[in-house]
């Protein structure tokens, strides 16, 4: 693990996507791919996944935090070493989830982290942002491989205008996102 033991480093892969059903899609397994490249450095204190259940049951009925752990601990990564986030249905609460579930795991005070997340570069900016303003913490990335299409790469850029505009996730745009998302996932 982490040779600097005076801050915690954290490794955080948010979800893409769940597909087919209950299986990580290929961009989410890209990014735990690349995540567990860097694991493998012993540079990391724990692992953060997170992803809760965002589609409908036709497609999923288990968080991706949780499918993700799944594939971390067939790697071998002790469990003991990963945090799950499996409440979240958007990027705002991939990171209040996150920070809550480090705290109830005894990680301390954020500013006592240096979290690198594992994500394409205009997820990234979004995190960058919202991490910045919730927590005033500055977060490094590492980018998986894989491109985004077009039309995808400029709702990527949109939704950093979300971000930028709406830093807490409080607006209407994010909160009909997550009720959106509810609701497919719920019903509710």
């Known amino acids: 693990m982490s040779n600097n033991h005076s801050r915690t480093q954290i490794l955080f892969v948010p979800a893409e996507l769940i597909d087919p059903v209950n299986q990580l899609s290929s961009r989410t397994l890209a990014r735990c791919k690349k995540a567990f490249e860097l694991w493998q450095t012993e540079k990391f204190d724990f692992l953060v996944v997170t992803g809760g259940r965002f589609l409908p049951p036709s497609r999923q009925t288990t968080a991706a935090g949780v499918l993700m752990s799944r594939w971390f601990n067939e790697k071998g990564v002790n469990p003991e070493h990963i945090v799950i986030e499996e409440e979240s249905f958007d990027t705002f609460e991939n990171i ?10 005894g990680l301390g005070d954020p500013q006592q982290w240096d979290i690198t997340i594992v994500t394409q570069r205009q997820h ?8 910045w303003n919730m927590y005033q913490l500055k977060i490094r990335s590492e ?10 790469w400029c709702k990527e850029w949109l939704f950093i205008l979300v971000h930028l505009f709406d830093p807490y996730g409080r607006g209407s745009l994010a909160r009909r996102n997550r009720d959106d998302r509810r609701l497919a996932a719920y019903g509710e």
Not at 124 to 131: D, W
């Open 96 to 105: 209040s989830g996150s920070v809550q579930a480090m705290q109830a795991r």
């Open 124 to 131: 990234a900016a979004r995190f960058e942002i919202s991490f």
């Open 143 to 152: 980018r998986p491989d894989y491109r985004l299409g077009p039309i995808e």
